[in-house]
């Protein structure tokens, strides 16, 4: 068997079609949505997923607007930016970039977003929500990767209530908040969150019907470790350098032999992405919705 590729780039495309209709409704009754971007540092790979999110809302008619401070910003300065942030009108939600550089305080950066413009659903408030499992009139945006995990899933019918689930990290961006949407009412997945301690992850893995792997370590899941059928979703990336040319290349969590076991694998670059930027979109265009 040869698994179904779950193309993030072809799905996110149709996402952002769709946003881009709201969009246009929007603009006709006067609300013009707009995303803002806080970059700190001059970290690369953060720099090209900025440039990439502008480029993603110029497509779709979101209005951009990038704010970036020098690697030397004080935490006063971070939040300071923030404060004009949660003011500026034409911001109607923004997203700090992370991770920030050493020395900054992340935890103290998220609670300071106005919840209301929180894009990447990660302050306190938010994340309470989803505990919570409040969604509906009141905007509770999700994180994003969690959300394109679950709307790739959806748009490729591969089945998820009452099945096994096994998450493999459990940082803040993905595994914790994925385990509390997959369990949600609705979703109704039974989630294994497995991480640097888990003892036996291999046979964690082997159960599951859906995998979805956020740990950053190349190649961590083999195929031997795979039920026949499975979707896989690969979500980490590492930057690891080939010894032959010295140049860095990207790799995902995911042996890449896992397609010849797996019913369905999302791709690393290529799946997940695309979509974690697809619902950063989808959180602007919700939030301006519900601005009246
Ligand atoms: N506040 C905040 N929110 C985030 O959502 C956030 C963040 N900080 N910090 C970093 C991580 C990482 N992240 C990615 C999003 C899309 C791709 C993506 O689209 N990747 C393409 C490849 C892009 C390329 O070729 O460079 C792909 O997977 O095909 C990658 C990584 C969002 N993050």
Not at 205 to 226: E, F, S, Y
């Amino acid at each position: 068997m040869v698994a179904v590729t779950l193309d993030g780039v072809a799905t996110a495309s149709a996402v952002k079609g769709e946003l881009a209709e709201r969009i246009r409704v929007l603009h006709d009754r006067g609300i013009r949505p707009g995303l803002g971007t806080l970059l700190v540092g001059d970290d690369p790979g953060s720099r090209a997923y900025v440039a990439g999110k502008h480029r993603d809302c110029a497509e779709v008619g979101i209005e951009s607007i990038r704010v970036d401070l020098p690697e030397s910003a004080t935490q006063a300065d971070v939040l300071a930016a923030i404060d004009d942030l949660n003011a500026a009108p034409e911001v109607t939600g923004y997203i700090v970039q992370l991770p920030l550089p050493k020395g900054l305080d992340e935890h103290a950066a998220l609670e300071a977003i106005d919840p209301a413009k929180d894009a990447d659903g990660l302050h306190p408030t938010n994340l309470g929500r989803l505990v919570l499992g409040i969604e509906g009139e009141l905007h509770s945006p999700l994180p994003c990767t969690p959300a394109g995990i679950v709307e790739m899933l959806r748009r490729y019918d591969v089945p998820i209530a009452g099945r096994h689930v096994t998450v493999i990290g459990r940082g803040l961006t993905v595994g914790r908040p994925l385990g509390l949407l997959f369990t949600r009412k609705g979703l109704d997945a039974t989630v294994t969150l497995t991480h640097s301690r888990t003892v036996d992850l291999a046979a964690e893995v082997r159960r599951a019907d859906i995998v979805v792997a956020a740990v950053g370590v190349p190649h961590l899941v083999t195929a031997d470790w795979v039920k026949p059928g499975a979707a896989v979703l690969d979500v980490g990336i590492t930057r690891v350098e080939d010894p032959a040319t010295g140049k860095g290349r990207l790799t995902g969590d995911v042996r890449p032999d896992v397609s010849e076991v797996a019913g369905f694998l999302s791709p690393n670059p290529g799946g997940v992405g695309p979509m974690t930027r697809a619902m950063l979109l989808s959180n602007v265009v919700k939030a301006a919705e519900l601005l009246g």
